[in-house]
């Protein structure tokens, strides 16, 4: 069966670093994306890696091992508004996105 | 660039009636419309996967003479919610993927939502 895993909750304080990890077991990989969510909206893109290795872009990076099945969202500097849910979703044989069911990140002051 | 809009954002109807969500991608031609349902606190459902022109793929468990997809431009994908129920209520967002021209071909840019709640 296709799965995604990744953390429900996480917590974080304002100004620090949290690292979001995702493992996939899909029917074939073309590629895993996060998306992020603020509640009562639609996701919004963040990062597609489909290569083995860390991404950067600004204060977000994410990272891929593809002989492991596994991924993470590295998200530094944190703000207030970086409140939201992270969604994991791995690209499967079909070019069909399969969903995790995100991670609820709350940032403290 | 990217932008995909959503009517309408919030409605509200009676038990048995239909409604209309309309799915628009503005500045570029979606090749293909994807349709999800997220009921509170879980993960995205796609419900159908549309392409212009063509019938829509439903996902196992979705009844698509409840759920009416239309997909009749590159540019606006319809879901009609027949004979609502109150399980019915839940957050539908639609996306639009352009197959070409983006950073990535398969990447989806989503609408806005809308919120259906059936009293």
Partial sequence: GQNIDQPTEMTATEGAIVQINCTYQTSGFNGLFWYQQHAGE???????NVLDGLEEKGRFSSFLSRSKG????????LQMKDSASYLCASLDSNYQLIWGAGTKLIIKP | GAVVSQH??????KSGTSVKIECRSLDFQAT?????????????MLMATSNEGS???YEQG??????LINHASLTLSTLTVTSAHPEDSSFYICSASSGSGRAFPYEQY????????VT
């Fill in chain 2, 55 to 57: 019938k829509a793929t």
């Fill in chain 2, 32 to 44: 293909t419309m994807f349709w999800y349902r997220q009921f509170p606190k879980q993960s995205l």
């Fill in chain 2, 62 to 67: 979705v009844e698509k003479d409840k759920f």
């Fill in chain 1, 70 to 77: 596994y991924s993470y969202l590295l998200l530094k500097e």
């Fill in chain 2, 8 to 13: 309408p954002s919030r409605v509200i109807c």
């Fill in chain 1, 42 to 48: 639609a996701p919004t893109f963040l990062s597609y």
């Fill in chain 2, 110 to 117: 989503f609408g806005p939502g809308t919120r259906l709640t």
